[in-house]
């Protein structure tokens, strides 16, 4: 049941609150005696009882609305019947995300698509909802099949959790990916020189040296670490070969890897490369083998 509490409790704002209160007001003031003596009783009596009859039932409304929603009676398995998240969200998934519903009309709050592409801070109190607000976001994302990056700095697995709950519902499980230095187990691996054209690879991991622009005895050895890595690579892709930096050394290393690596390669431009990339390091003894 409803209790004083729960009257107090009842937050009022918009235009809709705004109007309910003026109404009732107004019924009061056409019960005032100056207005009793001046108007027919009759018109003093149907505005008084118009305007309390037109803002009782818009707070009452209001009053009994959670109420309402929790259902006549009580469980102790603490069921709701309303619909699901997913559900009551599907009208809008054209048009952006759902923030909330205005607390005048009741209309939906909904951020398009391509606002998305800006910055936003989500400010309040604490308890106020930010992290719920945040993670209705993230569902809908996630639901509408679009991407985000969550960063938590305090690394709670809850969060985690809640994400993979969030994937899974969506049929995305295997979408998410995990980045936890703090703890390697539950991290996902990254190897950042398996993708990208060659010479794109190979001015990644070259970059990783220090810069030798003061030495032009070193630039040039530079150069040629970058012509013989991208030629590893070119060749790596041509005979569809994962790799990572442990791979790359041991190619750089033993002449056994770059011979298995030469024939696992198919007839090719990369082929070629390869060959007479190796054909500059190659020493033929008195039996004419290399």
Known sequence: M???KD????RLGGTQDALSLAAISAGLFATHPYLVGHLPASLSLAGSFAGAALGGFRLASKALQPWAEHGLFKSELKLRSSNLPYEALAGVHAEGLLVGYLADTGKPLILPYEDLMRHGFIVGQ???GKTVLGRLLMFQQ??????????????????????HAYCAWAGRSHDLLVINPGEPDLSNTYNPILY?????????????????????????YKQSANQGVATLIAALNRAKLSY????LTILLMSQKALAYLENRVPPSPEKTNLKLFLDQYRSVNKEGVS
């Open 126 to 128: 604490s308890g106020v």
């Open 142 to 163: 996630i639901a509408n099949g679009g991407g985000l990056i969550f960063i938590d700095g305090k690394l709670n697995i809850e969060e985690l959790e809640t994400l």
């Open 2 to 4: 409803i209790s004083f």
């Open 244 to 247: 990572n930096f442990i791979d």
């Open 196 to 220: 990208g054209d060659p010479d794109e690879v190979s001015a990644r991991i070259l970059s990783l040296i220090p810069s030798t622009e003061n030495n032009p005895g070193a630039d040039h």
């Open 7 to 10: 009257i107090q409790r009842m």
